[in-house]
């Protein structure tokens, strides 16, 4: 029986996907560096800032040091918060998503995004009430695939929830990388449609669904146990 959900939150619940592609494309070209939207896609797709600063420039094998990584970490905070401004991010479907799991039992955030970037879509959505717990990029030394972020996920779950294990918990995500993280984490793992085809999420999905408006309680009584 499954008793608690871990959402992913970028290409889940907020479509901030493109506005992060746009960040990172907009704070690189002043380096003379053209990141393009399908080479975001293809590579880059699941990392935190850091993780895809880093491995932007270990493609292009240019050195970027600690001070130009934070620098490039920082103008993009600045540039998502503008994007941001111009309209909810929010996916169709989520905001009723997160309320109908919320009232079924305990729910929880794992992104690879920096914490007051989500806390900046929650309060503006008026969401943040429903995720007393949100595990960000700087909380777990690593990032997904590694499945640190969703086993810290479910250590807080567990502290107010005795008993709670990994597989009592699901997690939902758009990508290979974050289902992979999930499962290797323990978890129960729904795939959604909104990044990526099927056929790229069923090999580490219990289940793909296409649209949050399938998330629910329902679907989660079909989910296997254990593998």
């Given at each position: 029986m499954i008793r608690a959900v871990v959402f992913d939150f970028d290409g889940v619940l907020a479509n901030s996907e493109p506005l992060h592609f746009?960040?990172?494309?907009?704070?690189?070209?002043?380096?003379?560096?053209?990141?393009?939207?399908?080479?975001?896609?293809?590579?880059?797709l699941g990392y935190d800032d850091l993780g895809a600063f880093r491995a932007i420039?270990?493609?292009?094998?240019?050195?970027?040091?600690?001070?130009?990584?934070?620098?490039?970490?920082?103008?993009?905070?600045?540039?998502?918060?503008?994007?941001?401004?111009?309209?909810?991010?929010?996916?169709?479907?989520?905001?009723?998503?997160?309320?109908?799991?919320?009232?079924?039992?305990?729910?929880?955030?794992?992104?690879?995004?920096?914490?007051?970037?989500?806390?900046?879509?929650?309060?503006?959505?008026?969401?943040?009430?429903?995720?007393?717990?949100?595990?960000?990029a700087e909380d777990t030394p690593a990032s997904k695939p590694d499945p640190a972020p969703y086993l810290l996920a479910v250590d807080l779950l567990a502290r107010t929830h005795p008993g709670l294990t990994a597989a009592d918990c699901v997690a939902i995500e758009d990508s290979k990388w974050g289902l992979m993280s999930a499962r290797d984490a323990g978890l129960r793992t729904v795939g959604i449609t909104h990044t990526y085809p099927e056929a790229e999420l069923t090999d580490v999905a219990d289940v793909v669904i296409t649209h949050?408006?399938?998330?629910?309680?329902?679907?989660?009584?079909?989910?296997?146990?254990?593998?």
């Open positions: 746009r960040g990172y494309r907009d704070v690189l070209a002043p380096r003379g560096i053209a990141l393009t939207e399908a080479s975001y896609y293809e590579n880059y420039a270990s493609d292009l094998g240019i050195t970027f040091s600690d001070a130009d990584i934070a620098d490039l970490v920082a103008k993009k905070a600045v540039r998502l918060e503008e994007l941001e401004k111009s309209a909810s991010v929010l996916f169709p479907g989520a905001r009723d998503a997160i309320k109908r799991m919320a009232a079924a039992g305990p729910i929880a955030i794992a992104s690879g995004a920096l914490k007051h970037e989500i806390l900046r879509v929650l309060d503006h959505e008026q969401l943040r009430v429903h995720f007393p717990i949100v595990v960000a949050l408006d399938q998330f629910t309680p329902d679907l989660l009584r079909t989910l296997p146990r254990g593998r």
